[in-house]
T-cell receptor
Framework: DTAVSQTPKYLVTQMGNDKSIKCEQN?????MYWYKQDSKKFLKIMFS???????INETVPNRFSPKSPDKAHLNLHINSLELGDSAVYFC??????????????FGPGTRLTVL | TQLLEQSPQFLSIQEGENLTVYCNSS?????LQWYRQEPGEGPVLLVT?????EVKKLKRLTFQFGDARKDSSLHITAAQPGDTGLYLC???????????FGAGTTVTVRA
């Protein structure tokens, strides 16, 4: 009965490959997010979807493409992986789009290592 | 440049000691949140502070929001090894859909 789940937990791949990370939430939330946490533990938002509609698209290379087939799922596809893409990627969800007073629920993270 | 600056970056203390973590900004925030992240897990919300000068207590954890709503602190009394983790403060940017995180304070409590 995990609230926000991500697969895979670990992903090791070669430079230039294409990979996907999947995220699912069973909380009934309207809004989902993708964050990147670098080696210094800095957590930075990448994308946010509200009811399958893209509402935040930070300065992220075009190689990263989020896809939300329904409001319970938000997947992240990365093309032509580079060494600098190595990080931990977190999926999160919240009840409504506003974040000020709203709790975000995070998944366990996917550690991506690009060799 | 980060909107939220946290200090110290690392803190290692003995079980039973007290500690304080700070979160500062030059911007005014409508609210601030504190999250704790344990190794191999995602951040988990501890508290949200909304009113300037507000103090909230969660067992041995005391959270304070500055009067001007530009800073916050987290104080842990009689720390235990279970308090070990990365403590992150976060606040909404002008666009309410975006949450901006500080760089975090890694707390290690030695038994």
């Amino acid at each position: 009965d995990t609230a926000v789940s991500q697969t895979p937990k670990y992903l090791v791949t070669q430079m230039g490959n294409d990979k996907s990370i999947k995220c699912e939430q069973n909380l009934g939330h309207d809004t989902m997010y993708w964050y990147k946490q670098d080696s210094k533990k800095f957590l930075k938002i990448m994308f946010s979807y509200n009811n399958k509609e893209l509402i935040i698209n930070e300065t992220v290379p075009n190689r990263f493409s989020p896809k939300s087939p329904d409001k319970a799922h938000l997947n992240l596809h990365i093309n032509s992986l580079e060494l600098g893409d190595s990080a931990v990627y977190f999926c999160a969800s919240s009840q409504v789009g506003g974040v000020g007073l709203v709790e975000q629920f995070f998944g366990p993270g996917t550690r991506l290592t690009v060799l | 440049t980060q909107l939220l600056e946290q200090s110290p970056q690392f803190l290692s203390i003995q079980e039973g000691e007290n500690l304080t973590v700070y979160c500062n900004s030059s911007s005014v925030f409508s609210s601030l949140q504190w999250y704790r992240q344990e190794p191999g897990e995602g951040p988990v919300l501890l508290v949200t502070v909304v009113t300037g000068g507000e103090v909230k207590k969660l067992k041995r954890l005391t959270f304070q929001f500055g009067d001007a709503r530009k800073d916050s602190s987290l104080h842990i009394t009689a720390a235990q090894p279970g308090d070990t983790g990365l403590y992150l403060c976060a606040g909404p940017q002008a666009n309410d859909y975006k949450l901006s995180f500080g760089a975090g304070t890694t707390v290690t409590v030695r038994a």
